[in-house]
């Protein structure tokens, strides 16, 4: 049972017989009854889903869980998604359909350069999967505008930068670069940042002021928008407020 709530009432003895059909099987009836009204309610709570107890009484509807859990789901599968067609398309498809994939002359004709542009692919890689992961599973929504996040997101790589997850594609695009050795991915990294830039300042910036008010103005004052700080700010009070 859950603690606090009076003792459910025993329910009567019924009138059972053996001579019906399946009258043997249902012998077992007033033992399931009573081992159901007594563990049930406790077995439930336990799971973390509060039900209604035998007084009438429900501590926290089971419905606002389940809400929130096809929410999330949902997130989840739409963030999936999301990742797929946009950064997928201009991190994956445009620089393939810019270089092919070929290999050029190293720059600088230093091979080792190869390897750095590996590093940047793969970090980028990481953080981008891990930023729409945090969006999905904390934020309760998807960086597209169609399904925006809930809550602000602010923990995580966003402690250290606000747009993790630009900065990511940019590093993935420039990998690209240095590891075909194709300048042109460099001219086209730069066209994607400087549309990035346009869109922070122009549409997300002030649509995120608009929704959450101090709380993302309190954010933009402790956090870089593009350079990275080295070392997270610890304390932040905003950190304190988002749901876990």
Known sequence: MLRGAPPCTKSPNLPLTSNTEGGRYALLLPVAVRFAAWHLPWALSYAGVHTITCAGRAPMAAATKLNLLLRRLFAIFASAVFLVVAPGSVAGF?????SQW???PAIFGLEPIRWIGVGLILVGVLVVVEAFARFAWQ????????????HLV??????YVRNPMYCAIIGIILGQGLLFGDARLFLYAALVWLSFHLFVLGNEEPKLQRTYGEDYAAFC?????????LRARQGN???????R
């Open 102 to 104: 070929q290999m050029f």
């Open 221 to 229: 004052a402790a956090v870089p928008r593009w350079i990275p700080r």
């Open 154 to 159: 602010v923990s995580g790589l966003y402690r």
């Open 237 to 243: 009070r905003l950190l304190r407020r988002i749901p």
């Open 139 to 150: 934020g309760l929504g998807t960086p597209a505008p169609t399904f925006p996040t809930k």
């Open 94 to 98: 445009v620089p393939w359909w810019i």
